[in-house]
């Protein structure tokens, strides 16, 4: 995420290109070219000792005889002399250098070299990149390019090339075009702190196939997908892909949840990707995802009737006022319908007329028109007058218009029109269907990312004594543990098992089963089965009392007869009473090799894999994003919305996947659990069979983890001076309605000292951005006592770091009727705290001249205060390095 000489790599004043040549097939040539065609206005320095002059710029024979120290530089030479140049760019004072070609023996000693000099690196084998809004291609690329708001990102030359080509056909234009090549340096989440601040970028394009820091890209993608609709299209889904990209990228379902929990919106192939290029050009923000659709042909609709039933998608329907205008409108003797077929010999003032009324309809969120090549709707005129009818229409903005000219020679010019008037257009019925579908999928995504979570009730969760059992058996060097071992450490965080006991033989298991008296679940093991695995056909769930002794002596005989020699050993007994119709559903931990843990939930009684059986979720989980993955799951038809007799309670599964998470959270050490079967029984949950896989943990417990968790150790009982108690804690998400309490009794002569403006009101999404922070990035400690109405915020100290990790900004703001108290320098005394422990070099503030009370602490504290009167404003700086004077 650091930030440091990408200016000089974005915005170059000054440009050497080493190997510059005048041969027309050489990189060196082309990248010249490309540069003086373009319209770069700083300076072009071309390096080669063989020539003169290139493309008519006089050349220098060595980097040491450059007449200035190059902002950017392009390694246009053999690969050979790369490390050798790279070392003579260093000395020169070189920012930034693209390479385009190094071979992957090469990249260790390439990365050092450039390291050792501060050179940020793009590449190796990048095919560079595009600024058209600063007149700059340093790159080899054939193909020119517009300027525009799209930003696009890529891992491939070949599909960068693709991209432009297909968008000089449809003169597309991007801020931004950069090609990374294998990453070396520079990579994805440098790239997206960048993007997010940038004022010519309003949505970003990502083709990935690999990621070197999953940690890094998703805090990255999720600061700028708050700003910015961020679309991502990741290739090798198979293994036999990931072989021929040379990736290891693993699991697909990871990508999706990270995707998903980031806020992002993933497309699934190069037509989707080009068809969301189209809707990213033109998108507005979408108030729901109820479709109209229109069309002077029954054919065209069905097929977006189809495509939209196949994605989940949802027909809008329309209240009995409009029904009876469009029936009056059209002379229609029948109760018209959605998708509203005009028929064939709808005119361009049919079509207006339609459209006119269902725009002022609050039953519909979007409106897709569909017109296929018709003699009494010519395609460019019908499209000209909608333009014209858009324009002045008073709703126009409150719906979002996509518009569906089929055909190619005879609609071409129409698409062109709405393209140059800012409308959404596309080829086909299913590729308008799917550009709709990303819009819905991208505002769910982005619901999701600012939605307030829930707190769980009655969380049981004891992870010291879950670390303590967890120690033992690693001491004891067990390493899989089963059922009845697992026991503990499950009702540690409050998760139901069954009881166990323990049989020496099988005449004391059915013992065992006889004394019960009522409906058993048995399940039997053999030791000399390798890894202890189920014996098939042993497990039964027995309705009736009469059952058990013959079941038991059935099932026993069974096993004595496949394995003579087996030991039955263990016997698990739960009450089946009220237990008929219970579902059985598979919940699985695994380590992904580029993600970390993940969550993965499907129906039990089956096996499964992953990407296609089960939904997957990345870990913290809270109930609301525990909620959003089983919603997910019953919407894809991984796991059943109910059993035969009772629906599947989504609260309580969600709770149930909470306590999961921070059970993986909490315990690094465990690298893999299985539950199977959960048993899914009204609100009761349990965990009829589990395996848990155990590994001494080492390092830093959460780095494994791609969302950085809750930082437990920041909770502090604090004093106040009046003797009252109260915990500092890091922010939660479930802290919004405590935060908008709070705020409502600062007063706002406070406030306006804390925003330096007039605040009336916080919104939803103003309250979301300050309570779901990425701890990676920002840190907000508030501090809680007990109020009337239960827990309660009292004062809050936050500071933000930029993206390099060097500098953080802070503010402090304490309750107005609390004041006195102590505690604003208690809390700005635990930030200076963590930001000394967090690695940042300097902490800084803003206050105005007439907050003395802020000027007197900071000035305590041992803050430079630089009072700037003319400005109206105190400027505040913290060294943070040891011994600074408090």
Not at 136 to 157: D, E
Not at 158 to 172: C, E, G, H, Y
Not at 302 to 309: F, I, K, P, S, V
Request: aromatic share 6%.
């Amino acid at each position: 995420m650091s930030q440091r000489g990408l200016e000089a790599l974005l915005r170059p004043k000054s440009i050497a290109v080493i190997g510059a040549s005048v041969t027309p097939s050489r990189a060196g040539n082309l990248v010249m070219r490309n540069l003086l065609a373009g319209g770069f206005t700083g300076s072009v320095l071309p390096v080669t000792p063989r020539y003169k002059a290139v493309c008519g710029v006089m050349a220098y024979a060595s980097i040491a005889e450059l007449p200035l120290s190059p902002d950017l530089a392009i390694l246009c030479t053999n690969a050979s002399r790369n490390l050798d140049l790279l070392a003579a760019l260093g000395e020169r004072g070189c920012k930034a250098c693209i390479v385009l070609s190094s071979p992957e023996s090469q990249q260790a000693a390439l990365k050092a070299c450039a390291a050792s000099w501060q050179i940020r690196l793009l590449g190796p084998n990048s095919l560079g990149l595009l600024a058209p809004w600063q007149g700059l291609n340093a790159s080899f690329s054939p193909v020119p390019i517009q300027p525009g708001k799209l930003a696009f990102i890529s891992q491939s030359a070949a599909v960068s090339n693709t991209i432009l080509d297909w968008a000089q056909q449809r003169n597309l234009g991007f801020s931004w075009f950069i090609a990374l090549g294998d990453s070396l340096d520079i990579d994805i989440d440098d790239l997206l702190d960048f993007l997010a601040r940038d004022g010519k970028t309003s949505a970003i394009l990502l083709y990935l196939e690999h990621l070197s820091d999953a940690r890094r890209f998703v805090s990255a993608a999720r600061s700028a997908s708050r700003n910015k609709p961020i679309l991502v299209i990741k290739s090798g889904r198979s293994r036999q892909a990931e072989i021929l990209l040379n990736t290891h990228a693993g699991m697909d379902a990871a990508w999706d949840a990270a995707i998903q929990r980031a806020g992002l919106l993933r497309v699934q192939d190069t037509h989707e990707l080009f068809s969301a290029v189209e809707t990213l050009s033109h998108m507005r923000p979408l108030r729901g995802d109820r479709l109209m659709i229109i069309s002077n042909g029954a054919a065209p609709a069905a097929l977006a009737l189809d495509a939209l039933y196949a994605r989940n998608g949802k027909l809008a329907t329309l209240n009995e006022e409009t029904q009876q205008q469009l029936q009056s409108l059209l002379c229609a003797p029948l109760r018209l319908s959605n998708p509203l077929d005009l028929k064939d010999d709808a005119t361009p003032e049919r079509y207006l007329q339609v459209v006119d009324l269902l725009l002022n309809s609050l039953d519909i969120d979007a409106l897709m028109v569909i017109h296929a090549p018709s003699a009494v709707a010519p395609a460019t005129q019908t499209a000209e007058q909608l333009i014209a009818l858009l324009k002045t229409h008073l709703h126009a903005k409150r719906m979002t218009l996509l518009t569906n000219w089929c055909g190619e020679y005879s609609s071409l010019e129409a698409r062109r029109r709405f393209s140059e008037a800012g409308i959404p257009t596309y080829r086909t019925p299913e590729g308008t269907v799917t550009a709709f579908m990303h819009m819905v999928e991208y505002r769910r995504n982005q619901k999701q990312l600012r939605e307030t979570p829930a707190l769980p009730v009655n969380l049981t969760q004891d992870t010291a004594h879950a670390h303590q059992l967890i120690q033992q058996f690693l001491d004891e060097g067990v390493t899989a543990l089963d059922t009845h071992e697992v026991q503990a450490i499950m009702q540690a965080y409050g998760l139901a098992t069954l009881p166990t006991w323990i049989a020496s033989d099988s005449a004391e298991a059915v013992h065992i089963a006889d004394q019960i008296g009522y409906p058993v679940a048995l399940k039997l093991r053999s030791p000399d089965i390798p890894h202890k695995s189920e014996v098939q056909g042993v497990m039964l769930y027995l309705r009736t009392a009469s059952e058990v002794q013959q079941a038991a002596d059935a099932i026993v005989d069974r096993v004595k007869m496949a394995w003579p020699q087996a030991r039955i050993y263990g016997l698990l007994v739960q009450s089946m009473a009220n237990r008929a119709g219970a579902q059985e559903l598979r919940v699985v931990v695994e380590q992904d090799p580029v993600f970390g843990p993940v969550i993965m939930l499907g129906e039990g009684g089956v096996e499964w894999q992953a990407d296609n059986h089960a939904v997957v979720a990345l870990p913290p989980l809270n109930m609301t994003l525990a909620r959003y993955l089983v919603i997910q799951a019953i919407k894809q038809g991984k796991i059943r919305g109910r059993s035969a007799l009772r629906p599947l309670d989504i609260k309580g599964l969600s709770q149930v996947l909470v306590q999961i998470s921070n059970l993986i959270v909490d315990c690094p050490e465990i690298t893999r659990l299985d539950v199977h079967p959960l048993l899914a029984s009204a609100d009761e949950f349990t965990l009829l069979d589990v395996s848990l896989s155990l590994a001494p943990a080492t390092g830093d417990a959460e780095s494994r983890l791609a969302i950085r968790p809750y930082p437990h150790h920041l909770e502090e009982q604090v004093t106040l001076k009046n003797g009252e108690q109260c915990l500092f804690r890091p922010i939660l998400p479930e802290d919004e309605p405590a935060l908008r309490r709070f705020i409502g009794l600062v007063t706002k002569e406070d406030l306006y000292y804390r925003y330096f403006s007039e605040i009336n009101e916080f919104t939803h999404e103003d309250l979301a951005n300050m309570t779901q922070i990425d701890y990676d990035r920002e840190m907000a400690i508030v501090a809680i006592r007990h109020g009337d109405e239960g827990e309660e915020i009292i004062g809050v100290t936050r500071a933000i770091s930029d993206a390099d990790n060097v500098d953080a900004e802070f503010s402090v703001l304490v309750r107005s009727d609390l004041k006195g108290l102590g505690m604003g320098r208690r809390l700005l005394e635990k930030m200076i705290a963590y930001t000394r422990e967090h690695g940042l070099e300097q902490l800084n503030g803003i206050t105005m001249p007439h907050n003395r009370g802020m000027v007197t602490l900071a000035r305590k504290l041992g803050f430079h205060v630089d009072v700037q009167l003319d400005e109206g404003i105190v400027s505040l700086a913290l060294t943070l390095s040891e011994g600074t004077e408090k």
